[in-house]
T-cell receptor, first 118, second 112 residues
Framework: DTGVSQDPRHKITKRGQNVTFRCDPI?????LYWYRQTLGQGPEFLTYFQNEAQLEKSRLLSDRFSAERPKGSFSTLEIQHTEQGDSAMYLCASSLVRGGTSGANEQFFGPGTRLTVL | AQKITQTQPGMFVQEKEAVTLDCTYD???????LFWYKQPSSGEMIFLIYQGSYDQQNATEGRYSLNFQKARKSANLVISASQLGDSAMYFCAMMGGFKTIFGAGTRLFVKA
């Protein structure tokens, strides 16, 4: 399967613990996005990478959240000192942009990681 | 500020009929893209259709078409010949610059 993959698919943790999620984008894609989706809502943008550079972060991404894409391939999203309000589906998406354009491009989504903080 | 509004929390349509899902947007960027995604109960986000702000013609992809009215800032999705498998959440999204924002979604129910 050459789509976007995310691991784990489900994570249950206790409040105060740290969690880390992984996203493997489609191999030739240079852009990678993280979103958070709560029940009954649309995805909310968290952050975005162009290759290994993190170019934009949402104000939703507090200091407890950090994302990396060290080699411009897979990405990790870490949440430190989790809170019950962090419970959500965390979605990763990737896209391919050619020629340095900032135009809109189709994003391919992974299956998501569902986080439950007890 | 950018904003996407989907005013229909839920819609019903009879199988084989057409249905229009509404989406309005607000942005000051001259260049932007509009997307529709489908999210079945299994949770994956499935890309349906894309419309660029400078595209002269409305986008079409099979049974999906996007009714783009730039002056009214609307980008409604039309699904023709609805099928039972079309029952899902549908999200309108806008990309301006590098950020994508999504609407709250419309849940579509297709009746047999």
């Amino acid at each position: 399967d050459t789509g976007v993959s995310q691991d784990p698919r489900h994570k249950i943790t206790k409040r105060g613990q740290n969690v880390t999620f992984r996203c493997d984008p489609i191999s030739e894609h240079n852009r990678l996005y993280w979103y958070r989706q709560t029940l009954g809502q649309g995805p909310e943008f968290l952050t975005y990478f162009q290759n290994e550079a993190q170019l934009e972060k949402s104000r939703l991404l507090s200091d407890r959240f950090s994302a990396e894409r060290p080699k411009g391939s897979f990405s990790t999203l870490e949440i430190q000192h989790t809170e019950q309000g962090d419970s959500a589906m965390y979605l990763c998406a990737s896209s391919l942009v050619r020629g340095g354009t900032s135009g809109a491009n189709e994003q391919f989504f992974g299956p998501g990681t569902r986080l439950t903080v007890l | 500020a950018q904003k996407i509004t989907q005013t229909q929390p839920g819609m019903f349509v009879q199988e084989k009929e057409a249905v229009t899902l509404d989406c309005t947007y607000d942005t000051s960027d001259p260049s932007y893209g509009l997307f529709w995604y489908k999210q079945p109960s299994s949770g994956e986000m499935i890309f349906l259709i894309y419309q660029g702000s400078y595209d002269q013609q409305n986008a079409t992809e099979g049974r999906y078409s996007l009714n783009f009215q730039k002056a009214r800032k609307s980008a409604n999705l039309v699904i023709s010949a609805s099928q039972l498998g079309d029952s899902a959440m549908y999200f309108c999204a806008m990309m301006g610059g590098f950020k994508t924002i999504f609407g709250a979604g419309t849940r579509l129910f297709v009746k047999a």
